[in-house]
């Protein structure tokens, strides 16, 4: 089964949104099966088969959530990041102010579900395959 630090080692290869294809297939090259990830405070937790899960504490100080949520703001936010134009803090930044509380990552089936502080779906997107040489 996956470690923390390996999950850790994985996403270290992310610089901006469109590494994220890439770094899924690590993850999926681990185990991952899913992951929930919270925007509110960076904490995350990653499932693998039979029940497995390794948590992640939180990563940075609390995230306000915006309320009303905002799916165009949470669109636009996604576009820029999958072009390359932010990292990782901002697309957290970007997604606390659109109203996402958290957010889901399906392996299996390769989409990426936002979620707001009322716990409704705001966005699912497919997850983009990578091709390897």
Known sequence: MFTLQQIK???ATVKTGADFPRYIQGLKQLGLLHYEFMVT??????????????????????????????????????AAHQQGLSDFPTICKQAAGAGVEKWKVDLDNMTCTYFDADGRIMLMEPIPQVEYA
């Not at 497995?52 to 949470?74: D, F, Q, W």
């Open 9 to 11: 080692a994985v996403h």
């Open 41 to 78: 405070d960076g904490s995350a937790v990653y499932f693998g088969a039979d029940g497995y899960e390794v948590k992640r504490e939180a990563g940075y100080a609390p995230k306000a959530i915006a309320r009303p949520a905002s799916t165009e703001a949470l669109r636009q936010a996604i």
